[in-house]
Structure formats: C-alpha cells, structure tokens
C-alpha cells in the first residue's frame, strides 16, 4: 500500500523542485546538482531492478552522476537569510508558543505512527511493510507537520516549500555527505579495505595474551569506525578478524557481552571522526558555525573517557 | 592480501586534513580505492552508482525542511529563547543534562528519532541552551556561543548513541545478533542489549560531569573578561 517507493518520490519531486528554483535564479552548479541527487530518488527503483536483470548501464550512469556531483559540490554558493531578526521576533511574539506545536509535530507524529502503522490494514492487506514503517512514519510526519505549520502562521504554503528550499541551500552539499560516506562504506566493503586492515591488526598483536587481543579489538574498533565514519562498518570486520577467532574461540569469552560493548566501543569512534558527517558535520552547517569541528572538539574527551572505561568493563565482564 | 586499496583510506584522511570539499574527497577516494584494487571503469561506476542509491534512505532528514524553515521564519528560534528566559533559574547544565537524559530513555526505548539535530537540536534545544547561559550571566560573544552551540550538539550524539543500543529492535542489536548466528552462536537480543546498560549510564554521568565543567569554565571566562573590565577603568 503506503510503499517506500512513494517516498522516495515524493523526495524526488522536492529535489527537483529545488533544482527549478536554483534553475530560475540561474544558480546552474546548484540547479543541477539537486536534480542529479533527485534522479537517485526519482529512479532509485529502476536502476535497482535493472541491476538485478543484469543489466548495468542505469547504475554506471548513476555513477558518473554521482562523480559530476563532486565536481558540482566545489562550485556551489551559498544562501542569505530571507528575513531580518526584527521580522521573526516580531512574529515570535504574535504567535507565541503556537509555534512549538508544528515543530513537535515531526517527532511525535513519527512516533505515533511508527506505532500504529503496523497494526493497519486495508482490504486484508497491510497498509505498510513493517521493515519500512519507521521511513514512511517519517516523512508522513513532515507532510503532516508542513501543513500545520502552513495553518498556525497562516502563510502561502508555497512559501514553505520557498523556505525549506532555502534552508537546504544553506546546507548545501554537506545534506549530501552522509549517503556519499555510506556510498563510500560500499565501495571499500566491495574492494577489500576492511580485510586488509584485520589483516594488519591481526599482524601486530601478540596473540596469546588475552588482554592484548582485547585492547587490539577495541582500538580496532574505534580507528577502523573512525575511517568509515560507521561503526556497523566496522563490527563485522573486527568480529572476522579479531573477536571471532582469537576473543570467543581461543580465549572464551562471552559473545553477549564482548559484542554488545565491542559495539558502543565502536561508538566512542564515532564521536571523534568528520567521516561520521550527519552526527558531527552536519549540525555545524545547521547551527551555522564557524569551526567545522567544532561538534567534535565539544564531545572527544566524553569519547576517551568512556573508551577508558569500556575497555575496563570489557576486561571485567568479558572473561567470566 | 591487496594493500593497495587502503589507499582510499588514506585520500580520505589526507583530503579532510587538507580541510578539501567533504563531498569531492569522498567520492575521489571511492574511485581511487576501486582503481587500486584492479576494478575496471565500467564495474567501478556500476558499483558507485549502486551503492549509491542503496544508501538513499540517509537523505530523508531533507523532508523536515520546509516546516522547520517556515517556523524559522516566523520565529521558532526567537520563541525558544524567548521561552527558557522566562525560567529564570533553569541554568545551561541543567537544561543540558535533562536533556541528555531524556534523550537516552526515549532512544533505549526505540523513539530514536524522536530527536535529531535537524529535529530538535537547531530549532529547540541550541536556542534554549544559549538562553539558559545568558540566565545564568554568562556574556555570550562569538565564541561562547559557538561553543555552547556545539555542546548542545554534542550532547544529542551522546544521548542518542549509548541509548539506541539498548533497545531491542535497533539495528545494531540485529547485527551483532545476525553476525553471531551465522557463526553458529545463537544469542537472544535481550542478552546482548542488556549489556549495553553499564556503558549507558557511565555515558550520561561522564557527559554530565562534563556540561557542568563547560558551564564552570563559561562562568570563569565571563568573571575574567568582567575582571579585566574593571581594571581597565580603574587608573
């Protein structure tokens, strides 16, 4: 029924909206650049379903896009503020805290229709896949929250879409940098990056002492999260190369434990590195600050003082 | 064993030192890693072109713009300061560690996106934060508000990460479930999302120390520049 496949529709259509309007204010690096990410959205499906008829020139035409996409990213300017801060008090007063209501909206109708989405059905056939319903929930929550922040200000609802627009110029190619790292994180599973450093970890470490093997497999963890930006990356990599062979089978210790902490290790990664951009480049841009590390100079030492006291709670829960 | 594809890895990291385009040196260091492993042209560009639609759900956050600008435009942010001035005794650390707090239960109990930087960090929770400094006296200059902007960033990441894991349908859980099982283990997710408990409560006490700590040291600036002020009238 309410397929993914919609969503990333409707997704398509917005990126191609904002490609229009870069379009009509003859901004052409921008202009395209949103139209060649709305053509992962618009025919994501098809290049899918080519691929796996064999046939193999949508997904090669996707990847010249997506090369054109980095030259296009050196190119792009970026956007002024539409309103002065008069205008938006001046507003913030008149509308008082009517105005939190369309923004609680996003998470709580996400929320709300996680849970119920499920559970409904339509003539015998479930309104949505349950392997979707957290996608979908999101995106009807957006719409939803659009429309009633369109009626609490009273505004054009195309001046939501001319805004929305605007802030996503803001953001600019920096929106982009999480699908392109995981785009990234793909290539380097397909070309073997991940092998070759288990292989080099496996190399170094002396394998009898358990302990050894055990802080190899957490600064493992954390330099190989640090390079893929994602510590799911990095888990089966570690796990093949280290936690399997030499923790669980030589040493015995307690699958549960050292893979569930082995995981949050991977986390305190993830805190430190610029490659895990939607965590910690991202809200750089969307806070507007200077510093482009800035997230991570705020939250590195939480992440080696919790690596400090991860590896002490492996050593003691691990080997019981 | 081919060493050479770790030569993306090392494009990546030479390129985000070199502070070049993110979006350009990622892509850069697909095609360099793909070259050195021996791919041909036509393989590699299938290959990127795939992964990157595979990837595209990552993009999605893009939907909340037009209601988060619109508000914005009508004075969301204004209104949040606005807002948390008025409780003229919540101070930055509090506010930030209640918020941490929250942030981790509703995560352990699946609400992961509940919250988010474009969700909740930039509309709500970083206006309120630099109101919450300007309650407890502190000046807030460039620099000070850069910093409590960060830390409110900061401060979602580390609610959101050792929270998630706790939870039992998150994907992780499923992962290292999945990773085992084809291992020949078999665990029950329970086991393995209860041990992520002692790691999220020395996150929320670690992180918690340290709010605090930036809000000490955001007063001692302030009482220094304040200081020096005096001084400098003084003759």
């Known amino acids: 029924m309410l397929h993914l496949e919609y969503v990333y529709w409707l997704m398509g259509a917005w990126l191609a909206l904002c490609a229009l309007y870069n379009l009509r204010e003859r901004r052409w690096a921008m202009a395209a650049f949103w139209a060649v990410v709305g053509c992962a959205f618009l025919f994501g499906d098809a290049i899918k379903a080519a691929g796996a008829a064999h046939t193999r020139w949508p997904a ?6 997506v090369i054109a996409l980095g030259l296009l990213a050196v190119s792009g300017t970026m956007q002024m503020p539409s309103s002065t801060e008069g205008e938006r008090r001046d507003s913030a007063a008149r509308l008082g805290n009517r105005l939190f209501l369309p923004a609680l909206t996003i998470p709580f109708a996400t929320v709300a229709l996680v849970l119920a989405l499920p559970h409904l059905s339509w003539r015998g056939v479930a309104l949505v896949e349950a392997s979707q319903a957290t996608l979908v929930s999101l995106a009807l929550a957006c719409v939803i929250a659009a429309l009633v922040a369109v ?5 054009p609802a195309t001046q939501a879409l001319a805004e929305g627009r605007r802030l996503l110029d803001t953001l600019g190619c920096v929106a982009l940098l999480p699908m392109v790292l995981a785009t990234l994180g793909g290539v380097f599973a397909a070309t073997g990056v991940g092998d070759a450093v288990a292989a080099i970890v496996g190399a170094v470490i002396p394998v009898d002492n358990r302990l050894a093997c055990l802080v190899a497999f957490a600064l493992g963890m954390v330099l190989f ?4 930006g994602n510590a799911f ?10 936690g399997l062979p030499l923790l669980v089978h030589r040493h015995g210790a307690a699958p549960a434990v050292l893979g569930s902490l082995g995981m949050l290790t991977g986390y ?4 430190l590195t610029p490659m895990a951009a ?3 480049i991202v809200p750089t841009v969307l806070l507007e600050l200077r510093d482009q590390y800035a997230v991570i ?3 590195w030492p939480t992440a080696l003082v919790l690596l400090v006291v991860n590896v002490i709670l492996m050593a003691m829960l691990v080997f019981r | 064993m081919n060493y050479w594809p770790l030569i993306g890895v090392a494009v990546v990291i030479a390129g985000f030192a070199l502070k070049r385009n993110p979006v350009l040196v990622v892509i850069a260091a697909g095609v360099a890693s793909g070259l050195a492993a021996g791919m041909g042209v036509g393989d590699l560009l299938a290959l990127i072109g795939d992964s990157f639609v595979s990837n595209r759900a990552l993009l999605l956050f893009v939907l909340t713009l037009p209601a988060i600008g619109l508000l914005e435009r009508y004075g969301l942010r204004e209104r949040a300061q606005a807002w948390i001035a008025s409780f003229r005794k919540l101070s930055l650390a509090r506010l930030l560690i209640a918020y941490l707090g929250a942030r981790q ?6 609400m992961i996106d509940l919250a988010g930087h474009a969700q909740t960090v930039r509309p709500l929770v970083a206006p309120m934060s630099e109101a919450a400094a300007q309650n407890d006296g502190i000046v807030l200059d460039d620099a000070a508000r850069e910093r409590v902007r960060a830390l409110a960033a900061a401060t979602d990441n580390v609610g959101r990460f050792f929270g998630e894991d706790v939870f039992l349908a998150f994907g992780a859980v499923l992962l290292i479930q999945g990773f085992y099982a084809r291992n020949g283990i078999q665990l029950d997710p329970l086991s393995i999302a209860l041990w992520a408990l002692p790691t999220a409560i020395a996150a929320f006490v670690i992180h918690a120390v340290r709010i605090w700590w930036v809000q000490r040291s955001l007063e001692r600036a302030h009482m220094k520049a304040s200081g020096s002020e005096v001084t400098d009238a003084a003759p």
């Open chain 1, 60 to 65: 090669q035409l996707m990847g010249l896009g």
């Open chain 1, 151 to 155: 009626y609490t200000t009273r505004a």
């Open chain 1, 225 to 228: 999260t640090m390079i893929m």
């Open chain 1, 233 to 242: 990356a990095a888990f089966p990599v570690m796990m093949a190369g280290i």
């Open chain 1, 268 to 271: 305190c990664g993830t805190l």
């Open chain 1, 278 to 280: 939607n965590f910690n």
């Open chain 1, 297 to 299: 100079r705020a939250q």
């Open chain 2, 105 to 110: 239960l509703l995560s352990m109990l699946g």
